[in-house]
């Protein structure tokens, strides 16, 4: 009896002590996964793009995008704290005394360089070198991609899909331009289409603006939209495709990148490249027969079946973005040759 007391006893203490260690192991480990959910990020922003303000009362990316656990603000007071630090290149006019140079930059913290621009926009750029971290842009390249929209699977049973193509009428072709300009390679290819078939023009340009109510309705009576990019550059796909053309229901006759680059980007089967064809006078000859040809018109919004359309069209959604994309960027970062990455 008295032999075993010291064993008992030091079977209960070995017992207790794997107790003990499981406990601070679980702790420990709880303590991680929770810092890692719980740390909110600071996105801040340093000036808001074309000066236009929006509001970040509330918990904006955890309540409209449900993106917890990011927080934007627009209060330079918090440069300290910043995780990401946004500078909209629109607003650096100034170069780079509109930059916080003058600031201590905390380790740990990335300065985000951000243009939705195509490279004609952005200007020189080489004041910039070495110093920003990440950049988000509309190629997907950028650490941040931010296109102007996307497509996503919808998670509905096949067969089941709502989507009807709006009833066309009379129009063939639509095509919505505000800043025409007789060199941008559009307007040479409008001017050429026009001779062989009739195209219903709205947009500042002819000052027969659209609402933003009756855009989507206007476009969507026609067979096909002209969705021409003002400028050619790799992944540029903007609104005029996602939204004048797929939201509208018109197919988009583009003109942009290269179908390639294209086809990396948008449903495949969904649009109509101006350069498939050797001459404009093709191009509206095969217009004019997929018209009139349902079925296989149709067959251009086979993967409406399947995927709907995304936009992004609010900054602080771009914003919280940053938040979703933070963990899985470098973590050391610079961009010696911001003007080489973005305008080439
Ligand atoms: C993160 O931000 C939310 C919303 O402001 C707040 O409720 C929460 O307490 C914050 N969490 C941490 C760990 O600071
Ligand atoms: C900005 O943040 C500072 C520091 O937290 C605070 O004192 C100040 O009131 C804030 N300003 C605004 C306009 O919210
Ligand atoms: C850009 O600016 C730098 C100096 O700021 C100049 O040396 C360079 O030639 C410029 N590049 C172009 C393409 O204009
Ligand atoms: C789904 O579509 C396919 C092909 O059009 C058809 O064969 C099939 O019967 C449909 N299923 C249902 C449940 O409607
Ligand atoms: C961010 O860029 C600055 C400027 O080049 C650099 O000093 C800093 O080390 C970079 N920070 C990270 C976390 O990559």
């Avoid at 050619?232 to 680059?261: C, F, H, M």
């Avoid at 997929?290 to 919004?301: I, P, S, V």
Wanted: charged content about 20%.
């Amino acid at each position: 009896m008295a032999a075993s007391m010291p064993l008992f006893l030091s079977g209960i203490m070995i017992f207790s002590i794997s107790l003990y260690l499981l406990h601070k192991r679980l702790q420990a480990e709880m303590g991680t996964t929770h810092q890692h959910q719980l740390r909110n990020l600071t996105i801040l922003l340093w000036h808001w793009p074309f000066s236009r303000p929006y509001s970040l009362e509330g918990d904006v990316c955890s309540n409209e995008y449900g993106i917890p656990g990011c927080l934007l603000s627009d209060n330079t007071s918090l440069y300290p704290q910043a995780d990401v630090v946004v500078f909209h290149h629109h607003e650096l006019r100034t170069g780079r005394s509109a930059l916080p140079l003058h600031l201590p930059r905390p380790a740990s913290q990335r300065w985000l360089w951000l243009s939705l621009e195509p490279p004609v926009n952005n200007g020189n750029l080489t004041q910039y070198k070495g110093l920003f971290n990440w950049t988000m842009s509309y190629r997907a390249d950028a650490d941040v991609p931010m296109p102007y929209g996307k497509t996503v699977e919808v998670l509905v049973p096949p067969n089941s899909s709502s989507y009807v193509i709006p009833k066309k009428g009379a129009c063939l072709a639509s095509w919505v331009v505000s800043n025409y300009s007789p060199d941008h390679a559009r307007s040479q290819v409008y001017q050429s289409l026009r001779k062989y078939i009739p195209i219903e023009v709205y947009g500042r340009w002819l000052k027969r603006p659209l609402t933003d109510q009756s855009l989507i309705p206007t476009i969507g009576r026609c067979n096909f939209y002209l969705a021409f990019e003002n400028s050619v550059a790799i992944d540029y796909i903007t609104e005029k495709l996602w939204r004048n053309a797929y939201q509208a229901g018109a197919v988009p006759v583009v003109l942009g990148p290269s179908r390639s680059n294209y086809e990396a980007l948008v449903p495949s089967g969904s649009f109509i490249h101006v350069s498939d064809f050797s001459s404009t006078e093709r191009l509206a000859a095969f217009l004019q027969q997929l018209a009139t040809d349902r079925g296989r018109y149709e067959a251009y919004f086979k993967w409406r079946q399947t995927h709907e359309i995304k936009t992004y069209t609010d900054w602080r959604e771009r914003l919280c973005n940053i938040c979703i994309n933070y963990h899985r960027l470098p973590a050391k970062k610079v961009y010696y040759d911001l003007d080489g990455w973005a305008n080439r």
